[in-house]
């Protein structure tokens, strides 16, 4: 396989552009593309033309926008390119207009009381910064979605405008700095993804697995990831030819897969990409999730995308690595070694800084949903409460800027910034903070909270807009300033001695941690009930309408469908539950206490006198755990009716939070206790220790 010749082959690049389409046109469509600007409509049908060319070259027959609902996952409509002619035939047809918008029935997809259902259709526009692709003989066409009456209805438009607003404001602080050829400031994204491979028949025995994506029951197997054996261990050959497998598909769509390794837990893994625009990253990081999928398939195997398919495993999370660059190329998170560029990284750094410690609460709730609950805070993953992580030298600087003081040891006076050269940072590799939920890693942030079933896109938008304020309030203060280097120094200052309280460079899983953080009085969210209702408090919604990311409406929608999306899991799991419980377990014990009664029967009458204690405490023990499981599901299924006479979604979630999840793990203790004791060939679906080393 030759990479190079492969690499994008399924994508209408920049490239492919140049050699279809006409001079002038290419040039219009290329200005669109690097400067976000409007499509040029008059151009729209002979871009549409040459897409359908090449695609239908390519073996395409039909096209589809492609769109990021608020469901998480991406949507598509397929239509073919046929069109008839009069004598009967068909040509291969795709018009501008068909390329530029689409119309679809946005009924079916969440849209948190914002869509009517008088107003039902929905429309897909055409996303030009995001590159056509071909998958499954169809032309997909990255494009955003929204209602009649122009509200969004997914997740790609308003990331979009984060974007938009975090380039406006650095654009103004590169220009106090004296930079005036930057044009365009965008963030970046590498979005490291883990997932779970197990065999495909371990999966299709498990209705729980098949339902709600992780297992509802499961005892813990005698061996885990305790050894540790498995983290960067050597790659079985199943999975190497699952994972090269992926790499090509990847490769050809364009997607830079670079790094694949196995993560801590037994068959758990790991894939990072090359970072690029954050668009472009999310729109990949929905083709990478999918296609991990597909491939997984072809190779008679599961891929598990679940925040915590295994109870006592190590859950699967996805690490958001974000920067800022311009259109030079030049990373502004990336600390120069010049006075002037140390200057400029304080201050990108500072808004950072500040921007996590006055919304941590949105930082929280964008990383909150039933399955990753069941990571942060348990100590494999972040805790929920969010801060941020420098490393022992940034922090020194820092230390030494508020106090006016020598930086230990590394300057001979004290720093002024934006006049003294600050000391080179080490890029420390090897002891990074890997439990810090927002850690500086030598030039990016590294946003840990993520869920591995996440869309990126919804993190970033939080991301970019609370960054895109505090540069805003600090382009307000130095564009009045008479002295810059004054100002820039006292403007630094005083957010380090404002905000510093969200800088933790210790252990996040401790409990002191917890403790100490309360003093600070550092925000703890505990899960989804409680951060999600925080979207539409006053400060966050006017951030987002400031910045034109989120309209009031479209903030009360996005929390309306999240809480709702958190409800309908858990109610899923509890029925399921329920199922498995009565249609699967009870009956399987039964028939184990069945056949040990007759055992004991049969036993004590042709041995009379017999020892019989064992079987007896089994017996006893199992009936019990049968009785106390099965009355526990006669709990949740009541719970559930309770909850659906809860209208209102906050109420809603605070019931399943804190009614219907503990009776799910109170059921779950008895089944699981039950499957310790009842002999193998009775235990309805393959055990932990199955499904974890089937591969
Ligand atoms: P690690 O030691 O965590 O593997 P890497 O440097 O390999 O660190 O980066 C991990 C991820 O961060 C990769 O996806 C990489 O592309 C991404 N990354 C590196 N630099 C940047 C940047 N400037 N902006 C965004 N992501 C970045
Ligand atoms: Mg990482």
Not at 23 to 43: R, Y
């Amino acid at each position: 396989m030759k990479v190079p010749e492969i690499f994008g082959e399924n994508v209408f690049n920049l490239q492919v552009m140049q050699d279809k389409l006409p001079k002038e046109v290419f040039k219009s469509l290329k200005e669109t593309i690097e400067k976000g600007t409007m499509l040029d409509a008059s151009i729209a049908g002979v871009v549409a033309n040459a897409m359908k060319d090449w695609a239908v070259e390519k073996g395409a027959t039909h096209y589809t926008h492609w769109f990021q609902p608020m469901t998480g996952i991406t949507a598509e409509k397929h239509d073919s390119f046929i069109s008839p002619t009069k004598d009967g035939k068909v040509i291969m047809d795709f018009s501008g207009k068909e390329l530029v918008v689409g119309e679809s029935d946005a009924s079916s997809f969440p849209s948190g009381g914002v869509r009517a259902t008088f107003e039902a259709r929905g429309y897909t526009a055409w996303d030009p910064t995001s590159y056509a692709f071909i998958k499954d003989d169809t032309l997909c066409i990255p494009s955003t979605f929204f209602s009649y009456s122009g509200e969004v209805l997914d997740k790609k438009t308003p990331l979009l405008r984060s974007m938009r607003a975090l380039n406006d404001q650095a654009i103004r602080i590169l220009r106090l700095f004296g930079n005036t050829s930057v044009k365009r400031v965008y963030p970046t994204v590498g979005a490291e993804q883990e997932y779970f491979l197990i065999d495909r028949k371990m999966y299709d025995a498990r209705k729980d697995l098949v339902l709600s994506g992780r297992t509802l029951f499961g005892a813990k197997p005698p061996k885990g990831q305790e050894l540790e054996d498995h983290y960067f261990g050597p790659i079985k050959l199943r999975v190497s030819a699952f994972m090269k497998d992926l790499d090509e598909e990847l490769w050809k769509l364009g997607i830079f897969a670079k790094t694949e390794h196995n993560e801590v837990a037994p068959s758990q893994h790991e894939l990072a990409p090359i970072f690029t625009v954050t668009n472009l990253a999310s729109d990949q990081n929905q083709l990478v999730m999918e296609t991990m999928k597909k491939v997984a398939s072809r190779h008679g195997l599961y891929c598990l995308l679940h925040e915590k398919p295994f109870k006592g495993v190590n859950g699967s999370g996805k690490h958001n690595n974000w920067s800022m660059s311009t259109d030079k190329g030049v990373n502004l998170l990336d600390p120069g070694s010049t006075p002037a560029e140390n200057g400029q990284f304080m201050l990108f750094l500072m808004a950072v800084v500040k921007a996590v410690d006055e919304y941590q609460d949105l930082l929280r709730l964008t990383v909150t949903s039933a399955g990753n609950d069941h990571r942060l805070g348990a100590n494999e993953a972040p805790p929920a409460i969010v801060s941020i992580y420098l490393g022992e030298e940034l922090t020194e600087v820092i230390d030494a800027l508020e106090r006016d003081v020598k930086y230990k040891g590394k300057t001979k006076q004290i720093m002024k910034l934006g006049v003294d050269t600050l000391p080179e940072l080490p890029k420390d590799t090897t002891d990074r903070n890997r439990t810090s939920p927002f850690a500086f890693t030598g030039n990016k942030f590294e946003f840990r909270m993520l869920g591995s079933t996440f869309s990126i896109a919804g993190p970033n938008i939080i991301v970019n807009t609370i960054v895109a304020d505090e540069l805003r309030q600090f382009a307000d203060e130095l564009e009045k300033a008479s002295d810059f280097n004054a100002a820039l120094h006292d403007l630094v200052v005083r957010t380090i001695k404002e905000h510093k309280r969200i800088i933790f460079n210790g252990n996040n899983y401790s409990e002191e941690w917890t403790k100490e953080a309360e003093r600070r009085c550092l925000l703890n969210l505990k899960n989804s009930a409680e951060a999600l209702p925080r979207f539409a408090d006053r400060k966050n919604v006017e951030l987002f309408e400031r910045h034109k990311v989120f309209t009031e409406r479209e903030v009360r929608s996005r929390m309306e469908i999240m809480l709702d999306n958190y409800c309908k899991v858990l109610s899923i799991e509890g029925q399921t539950m329920i199922e498995m419980g009565r249609q699967e377990i009870y009956p399987a014990v039964n028939a184990y206490l069945s056949d040990l009664c007759a055992a004991v029967r049969n036993k004590t009458s042709l041995f009379p006198g017999i020892d019989v204690s064992s079987d007896e405490k089994v017996i006893r023990r199992l009936s019990a755990d049968n009785e106390a499981m099965f009355a526990k599901a006669e709990e949740i299924e009541k719970l559930l009716l309770d909850a659906k006479t809860r209208t209102d979604a906050a109420e809603q979630a605070k019931f399943f939070a804190e009614k219907v999840i503990p009776v799910m793990e109170s059921m779950r203790a008895y089944a699981d206790d039950m499957e310790a004791y009842t002999a193998k060939k009775y235990w309805p679906f393959p055990t932990y220790a199955d499904i974890l080393f089937s591969v």
